[in-house]
């Protein structure tokens, strides 16, 4: 397989000289992801909630009428239903009629009332036109206090098996069990598009202004937001973010997705993102015709290049 791009991995990793450690950056972001939580979530609550505020009395109208948590306890009824089976079901239920369903996980540091998980529910109900998303989410839980949460404010909950690993520990979230966790997202991502599913996979602690549909490109398999967009959406400089992605159940995606999770193997101690960084530019990708398009940071933004204008945006990640 050919080496990664030297300069792709000298960028997304700067304590390269360690071998299997966790790089310090990532260590950083936690962190940072946590804090940022905390101190800079509220306000943007606030701000968006003025920026979007006359789409309120419709979405809260609807938010009465949310199923209560019904499929999630015909789930815990079935505990004889095998993992597979459960998980055909909730994705059944939330897709869209296009087989598209929206996901994010959720470990139970994020998950307690009033933390990030309670943030993100409710960017969707401010948002312009994101409130009737929210019956195509599954919040994918990686441990039961997670669970136990989500279907106390969701109706659409999914249990990822836990045996052996417990990812509900804050402290693990910032030592080698991060990294364990952070490489479920594109196995589980994968076991999605085999069943057949599209998704838009969104980290929890991004806030939702807009439906962000209008914004995605046709016929292109798999999208991607931008730490860093350089203005050409099929140039592979762009700097991808993991934490939001659009992705079409296609033989070309499942191969992508089997040939990144493998990578990690290539890349020790590098979290799926910067592997990412590094294996977009494998000629493998070219030979598998995978079509690669990166998402303007002008509607997907984050911190690193925060979008400028608040009445196009329509994602924001309060982390870098
Ligand atoms: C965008 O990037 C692609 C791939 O690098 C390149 O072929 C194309 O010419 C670029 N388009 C523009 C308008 O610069």
Not at 20 to 36: D, E, F, I, K, N
Not at 80 to 101: F, Q, Y
Not at 171 to 191: A, I, N, Q, V
Request: glycine content about 6%.
């Amino acid at each position: 397989m050919a080496m990664p791009p030297r300069k792709a991995l000298m960028m997304s990793a700067p304590s390269a000289g360690r071998p299997s450690g966790l790089p310090r950056h990532a260590l950083w972001r936690s962190a940072a992801a946590l804090v940022l939580a905390t101190l800079v979530a509220l306000p943007f609550a606030v701000l968006y909630r003025a920026a979007v505020s006359p789409s309120l009395g419709a979405s809260w109208r609807w938010q009465t009428s949310l199923p209560s948590a019904v499929s999630s306890e015909e789930e815990e009824g079935d505990d004889l239903d095998t993992e597979d089976l459960k998980l055909e079901r909730v994705l059944k239920k939330a897709s869209m009629g296009d087989n598209t369903v929206m996901l994010t996980t959720l470990n139970a540091a994020w998950a307690s009332p009033g933390s990030v998980i309670d943030l993100f529910i409710d960017s969707f109900h401010s948002g312009v036109r994101t409130s009737l998303l929210l019956k195509h989410l599954v919040i994918v839980a990686f441990d039961w206090n997670a669970y136990e949460q989500c279907v106390k404010i969701h109706s659409y909950c999914f249990a990822l098996g836990t045996e052996g690993v417990d990812f509900s520990e804050e402290k693990r979230f910032l030592t080698s069990g991060y990294l364990e966790m952070m490489w479920r997202r594109p196995d589980f991502l994968r076991l999605v598009l085999e069943k057949g599913y599209n998704f838009i996979f969104s980290d929890a602690d991004i806030m939702w202004f807009r439906n962000p549909f209008p914004h995605f490109y046709p016929d292109v398999d798999f999208q991607i937001a931008c730490d860093h967009y350089v203005g050409n959406a099929t140039d592979l400089r762009n700097i991808a973010n993991g934490g939001f992605s659009y992705v079409k159940s296609n033989e070309r995606n499942i191969e992508f997705y089997s040939f990144w999770y493998s990578s990690r193997l290539r890349y020790p101690g590098y979290h799926d993102q910067d592997v990412f960084n590094a294996i977009k530019h494998d000629p493998y990708i070219v030979g598998i015709g995978l079509t690669i398009k990166f998402l303007s940071t002008k509607y997907f933004g984050g911190f690193c290049e925060p979008s400028r204008d608040l009445n196009e945006v329509c994602s924001l990640h309060y982390a870098c």
